[in-house]
Every structure is written in structure tokens, then in C-alpha cells.
């Protein structure tokens, strides 16, 4: 059974940072494409980045040079660190497998200006 468990998520004031976390069991995770997702208010989901293997990651050009995805293949987790936050980051943060549509239950953040 596969699961992904999100935690960091939080509320902040813009310019401030946060670190989410994702947890996955169930999967071969070093050979595994893990990708952060979010949903704000009212929007579709929309890709954050994707870790393909260690070293190799995409960005959305909305989070280009203010967040790191990273991943820990001993601890079957997989990282997004966010800084220089901005309201417009406001959303429901979700870890994914996407290739084969696993998600994680999603975590919040928010952002105040």
C-alpha cells in the first residue's frame, strides 16, 4: 500500500520561509519521480516541481530561484523548501507520485501580506 504523508505546512508573512515534508512508503522511492503540487482557492491544482533522481529537478517559473525540491533517498522523503514566500503561494501543498496518481492528503500553507 502505497502512502505519502505531507508535514510543514503553516502560516507565514510574506518574505517569510517554510519547509515541507513528504514521507512515502510502498514505492522503490530512489528510482521514483516525486512531484509537489498546490491548489489555491478557487484554482486548479498546478505543478510546484518535480524531483526526477538527485540533481535532476523542474520548477514552475512562478517559484523559480525561491524554492528547492530535495530529496533524502535513505529517509523516503522528499523536501520542498520555500522562501521568499508570497501571498500568491497561498494553497493546499500536495506530494505526488505522478506517473502512477498517488497523492498525499495535502498539507496548508498560507501566506499573509
Known amino acids: 500500500q502505497v502512502q505519502l504523508v505531507e508535514s510543514g505546512g503553516g502560516s507565514v508573512q510574506a518574505g517569510g520561509s517554510l519547509r515541507l515534508s513528504c514521507t512515502a512508503s510502498?514505492?522503490?522511492?530512489?528510482?521514483?519521480?516525486l512531484g509537489w503540487y498546490r491548489q489555491a482557492p478557487g484554482k486548479e491544482r498546478e505543478l510546484v516541481a518535480t524531483s526526477v533522481s538527485i540533481g535532476i529537478t523542474n520548477y514552475a517559473d512562478s517559484v523559480k530561484g525561491r524554492f528547492t525540491i530535495s530529496r533524502d533517498n535513505n529517509k523516503n522523503t522528499v523536501y520542498l523548501q520555500m522562501n521568499n514566500l508570497k501571498p500568491e503561494d497561498t494553497g493546499v501543498y500536495y506530494c505526488a507520485v505522478p506517473a502512477r496518481d498517488y497523492w498525499g492528503q495535502g498539507t496548508q500553507v498560507t501566506v499573509s501580506s
Open positions: 510502498g514505492i522503490l522511492f530512489s528510482i521514483t519521480t
